[in-house]
């Protein structure tokens, strides 16, 4: 008879080859933790000294997000930079800003869409960075019809479709800073083709969209390459909704089973954390009947998902040292998200 241990080993082995995750399996697989380059910005770093940032924080994903954070896409820079990670041990992922030719926060002067994403392609092949990341826009292209903006970056994704796929490279397009919600985001990815983009999925630009991020998850989660976790205070006011974000741990939208979940549906993963805290709140005067020409496609039960989330908030004040420089303030607050995730990963 055959050893019962052995055809169990066997038998998740199969099941992690498929990509399934079992109940009770989740230790089963390292975790690896993430910190994106912009949590800790504001201190002018060299890459090598985020490098060793990251290291010292015991995190094993190093992610570039933009290339100011690379500082040089000279293939030479690259090949040194990727050389200290792997003296470090570490994963390297790395990205750019917006390719929507058509959005107001893409950079003209940098060349065409093509031509900058045909450069980052080639910097993630160089860097062994399994992906790139990139976003469409911001909320401001919400107001010219998001349907369009849309378009346009299919367009250039297909464009470099061919090329993206020789360099065996996928692109992670991010919900970001209030551009796209869920479904239309899946809708772009979709379009352009799953088999090479994909995304960057940010729990605090959910907020952003009028949108729960466990909402986002859900839709989201067959199509994530990655992540941006940023935890957020999300209440109820008089007018509307108000949205801060806040360091890891110190939000009211459960992050804790957000992980949770995230770890579950997209195994291996990396949980990546991109710490931006917002002093004062954002709000959403959703009671004002102009507040809905940006959003007048989404389902109201989606908003009530997202109304449903803000009832059980609350303020959550600022805690940061108003003494501090920006710098400092920057600095510390990365700190202390590295640290309540790398403990909350090791409790899991």
Known sequence: MRDHGIARRDFLRAVAAAG???PGTLAAAPVRFGI??????????????????VAKANAKVIHFSEVRFLGSLEPDHLRAVRARADELGLDVEIGMRSICPTSSTFDKAAGTAEEQLARLVEAARIMRSPIVRAFLGSSADRKSGIEAHIDETVKVLRNLRSRIMDAGVKIAVENHAGDMQARELKMLVEAAGPEFVGVTFDSGNSAWTIEDPHL????????????????SAIWRTP????????????????????IRAYVQRCPGKAVTIEVIVTPQPRMFDYRRPEFWALYQNTPAWEFSRFLALSEKGHPVP???????TPAERNLAHAEASARWTREFLARM
């Open 20 to 22: 399934v995750v079992l």
């Open 239 to 258: 007018e509307g909704v108000a949205v801060r974000w806040t360091r890891m741990g110190e939000g009211t939208i459960g992050m804790e089973d957000l």
């Open 216 to 231: 986002t998850l859900d839709v989201l989660a067959p199509y994530i390459l990655t992540s941006h976790l940023r935890d």
């Open 36 to 53: 994106d380059m912009f949590s800790v910005g504001a201190q002018n770093w060299t890459p090598f000294q985020q490098l060793d940032f």
């Open 318 to 324: 600022d805690q940061s040292d108003p003494n501090a």
